[in-house]
């Protein structure tokens, strides 16, 4: 009988960012290698879905934060099969520490599985989907990414994708997608005077509350991205930013997602309200009202 899927990770020095943790991308790496890992125990290794044909393609991922993630951590990351209907699936996810089981993260991810070679999709055998089949799995609830309109002052960049983005099917990873999501964020802020430097003075730390993001098609090499980022929601001790990646030759819409942060304490990690000025330059910058919600999760 099929049942949850499970792997040990230790946090490494390595893999932490300015701040000490675990930066967001961070987190879509141990999820796909602990999906490959699932796979090869399962008989759909990545060899085993090249053997076949198949080309499995992440659609959407939202990831909720409860606890950072520092060096030296050692944590379980578990995942299982949440619903599969024919050519595509929902698999859920969590991340507790070793010992004691503090929940660090959850979430749910939709995936879709294509044929290799015209990259529509196709149906995996049956037989092997079985192994993947637990009965009656935990669910996550899934909130329904929200279609804010992008209007107003938008922060905006361009960049052209790089040989270090891609992946081996030679797509950009969906985890660059995420450094890239974040890296906005912190560009925007700091044209606002408020650089990573600047809250690191003042005790102060961004900690992202929720990630969701959207697929909607490949980017290769060659292809040059722009990036819009748009301050959708503002409250006393945190907000949320909505951020769209296009394709230059075609205004064709790659991602779309959303980053839900506070600010902590950057010693105890308690949540602080928005300084007065910072507060004051993200509502003059954005015209987003105190409090205003907008299309929230439900």
Same mark, same amino acid.
């Given at each position: 009988?099929?049942?949850?899927?499970?792997?040990?990770?230790?946090?490494?020095?390595?893999?932490?960012?300015?701040?000490?943790?675990?930066?967001?991308?961070?987190?879509?790496?141990?999820?796909?290698?602990?999906?490959?890992?699932?796979?090869?125990?399962?008989?759909?290794?990545?060899?085993?879905?090249?053997?076949?044909?198949?080309?499995?393609?992440?659609?959407?991922?939202?990831?909720?934060?409860?606890?950072?993630?520092?060096?030296?951590?050692?944590?379980?990351?578990?995942?299982?099969?949440?619903?599969?209907?024919?050519?595509?699936?929902?698999?859920?996810? #969590?991340?507790? +520490?070793?010992?004691?089981?503090? =929940? %660090?993260? /959850? $979430?749910?991810?939709?995936?879709?599985?294509?044929? !290799?070679?015209?990259?529509?999709?196709?149906?995996?055998?049956?037989?092997?989907? #079985?192994?993947? +089949?637990?009965?009656?799995?935990? =669910? %996550?609830? /899934? $909130?329904?990414?929200?279609?804010?309109?992008?209007? !107003?002052?938008?922060?905006?960049?361009?960049?052209?994708?790089?040989?270090?983005?891609?992946?081996?099917?030679?797509?950009?990873?969906?985890?660059?997608?995420?450094?890239?999501?974040?890296?906005?964020?912190?560009?925007?802020?700091?044209?606002?005077?408020?650089?990573?430097?600047?809250?690191?003075?003042?005790?102060?730390?961004?900690?992202?509350?929720?990630?969701?993001?959207?697929?909607?098609?490949?980017?290769?090499?060659?292809?040059?991205?722009?990036?819009?980022?748009?301050?959708?929601?503002?409250?006393?001790?945190?907000?949320?930013?909505?951020?769209?990646?296009?394709?230059?030759?075609?205004?064709?819409?790659?991602?779309?997602?959303?980053?839900?942060?506070?600010?902590?304490?950057?010693?105890?990690?308690?949540?602080?309200?928005?300084?007065?000025?910072?507060?004051?330059?993200?509502?003059?910058?954005?015209?987003?009202?105190?409090?205003?919600?907008?299309?929230?999760?439900?």
């Amino acid at each position: 009988m099929p049942d949850y899927f499970s792997r040990t990770f230790r946090v490494r020095w390595s893999e932490v960012n300015a701040s000490g943790q675990v930066d967001l991308a961070g987190y879509l790496r141990y999820l796909v290698e602990t999906a490959w890992d699932w796979g090869a125990a399962s008989g759909l290794s990545m060899q085993q879905s090249k053997q076949l044909g198949l080309a499995w393609v992440i659609r959407e991922t939202e990831i909720s934060f409860y606890r950072p993630l520092f060096p030296g951590d050692i944590f379980d990351f578990r995942i299982w099969l949440m619903h599969w209907r024919r050519v595509r699936g929902t698999r859920g996810f #969590e991340l507790c +520490l070793k010992g004691g089981g503090e =929940r %660090i993260a /959850q $979430g749910v991810q939709q995936v879709v599985v294509l044929d !290799g070679q015209t990259m529509r999709p196709t149906a995996p055998p049956e037989a092997l989907m #079985e192994n993947f +089949l637990i009965e009656n799995p935990r =669910r %996550i609830p /899934q $909130g329904k990414l929200p279609k804010y309109q992008m209007t !107003g002052d938008l922060f905006k960049m361009e960049k052209q994708v790089e040989w270090r983005d891609l992946d081996t099917f030679e797509h950009v990873n969906n985890a660059t997608y995420a450094s890239h999501a974040e890296n906005m964020m912190v560009r925007a802020l700091e044209t606002l005077g408020w650089s990573p430097s600047v809250f690191k003075a003042q005790g102060l730390m961004i900690q992202l509350r929720r990630f969701h993001i959207q697929h909607l098609s490949i980017a290769t090499w060659g292809d040059t991205l722009q990036f819009a980022a748009n301050l959708v929601e503002l409250k006393a001790e945190g907000g949320t930013w909505v951020i769209e990646i296009k394709r230059a030759s075609n205004q064709e819409p790659v991602t779309r997602c959303l980053l839900e942060w506070t600010l902590t304490n950057r010693i105890t990690g308690e949540e602080q309200e928005f300084p007065d000025s910072l507060f004051s330059a993200l509502n003059q910058s954005f015209g987003v009202a105190a409090g205003h919600h907008g299309n929230r999760y439900p």
